[in-house]
Every structure is written in C-alpha cells, then in structure tokens.
C-alpha cells in the first residue's frame, strides 16, 4: 500500500467485480440503442477504460473536461475546457464520471448536453457521496456509494496524485497538509 494511504476503502477485486455488473446492466438496457460514452476528464479515464470494456454492445466514446468558475457555481455556468467531437443530437448519451459529490458540475454538464437535443441522458458514477450534494442531481448508475471522506486512487487524485493507484484509498492527514 501507499505510504500516503490510511486505508483501502474498496479493493481491486470489490472494484473489478462492481464495474462488471454496471457493465452488464447497461448493456441490458442500452442493447440496439448504440450509446454515446461521454467521459468527464480527467477523473474518469481509468473507470471509462474498464467500463468501455464491460459493456459488451456496440458503443462510441467522447469526452468533455469542464470545470466550475470559482465561486460563481451557483449562477449555473461551466466553464468549457474541452467539448464534444461528436454529434450527439438524436443519440443516447452516458455521462461517466469519477465522483458525484456536490453535484454542481454535472447539473451544468447535463444542462449543456440537453441543449443538443439527445435523445435521452443518464449519468452512470464510479462514487457517490450523497452527504455533499448541493445540487437537485442523481445518477442512474451508481458504483459505490462513500461516506463523506476524501478519497483517491482509481483515477481520482489529491492536487494530481494518486490517480494511477489500481484501489480507492483515504489519505491520512498528513498527505494534505504537505
Ligand atoms: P461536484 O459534484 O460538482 O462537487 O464535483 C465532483 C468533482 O469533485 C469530481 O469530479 C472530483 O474531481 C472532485 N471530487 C469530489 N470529491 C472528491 C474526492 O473525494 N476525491 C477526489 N476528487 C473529488
Ligand atoms: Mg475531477
């Protein structure tokens, strides 16, 4: 384990086994409908590879990287910092995401992609942690749900570490206050 880590909060294999039943219910239930995957940058990138490969029905993938306008949240905007490279009006479209905390950034991202017309959006998260919602947002697909800790690994990182750990951990105390 990590030095930095308290400890391992969901292990590989809870992780592995987890992405292949969400895989297997959304391909039940997207089937003949050829979804859009729309990964949210840069979180996702190691659960959207493993769920890619879990869905076995034909799929495209895309991304978006967004990010809140410090302090302004509340006033609904996004700041685009990558968009879509393809079209998704008339298509079903499967928002992934690392984490769904406040909720704040994927309410403004789900508002942005219903402007081009999809036929239908659903978010599917790695994490939920239903404790730090501020925005009136659930997903459809859920991985886990957490308790309202910090957590890392897995593809989420603490100022851009530990995203390549293959477990979700807690960081002890002292990781944050280097
Ligand atoms: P929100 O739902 O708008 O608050 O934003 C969720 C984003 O905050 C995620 O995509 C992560 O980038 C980040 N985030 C929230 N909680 C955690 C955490 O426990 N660890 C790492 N990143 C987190
Ligand atoms: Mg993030």
């Known amino acids: 384990m990590h030095n930095s880590i308290e400890r391992v909060l969901l292990t590989e294999e809870q992780i592995k086994a987890r992405v292949a039943q969400l895989g297997q219910a959304l391909a039940a239930d997207y089937r003949d409908k050829t979804p859009i995957f729309v990964g949210i940058l840069k979180g996702v990138v190691v659960f959207f590879a493993d769920m890619i490969r879990a869905v076995q029905i034909p799929c495209q993938i895309d991304f978006m990287a967004v990010s809140s306008y410090s302090g302004t949240a509340s006033t609904g905007k996004i700041q685009l910092l990558k968009d879509l490279s393809v079209d998704i009006t008339g298509r079903h479209v499967v928002i992934l995401e690392d984490i769904l905390d406040s909720g704040l950034t994927l309410q403004h991202t789900?508002?942005?992609?219903?402007?081009?017309?999809?036929?239908?959006?659903?978010?599917?998260?790695?994490?939920?942690?239903?404790?730090?919602?501020?925005?009136?947002?659930?997903?459809?697909?859920?991985?886990?749900?957490?308790?309202?800790?910090?957590?890392?690994?897995?593809?989420?990182?603490?100022?851009?570490?530990?995203?390549?750990?293959?477990?979700?951990?807690?960081?002890?105390?002292e990781a944050y206050s280097k």
């Open 110 to 173: 789900v508002e942005y992609l219903q402007s081009k017309h999809p036929a239908s959006v659903k978010i599917c998260t790695f994490l939920d942690k239903p404790e730090g919602r501020k925005a009136d947002i659930q997903a459809d697909y859920v991985g886990f749900s957490v308790p309202n800790l910090f957590v890392v690994g897995y593809g989420l990182d603490y100022d851009e570490a530990y995203r390549n750990l293959p477990y979700v951990g807690v960081l002890k105390p």
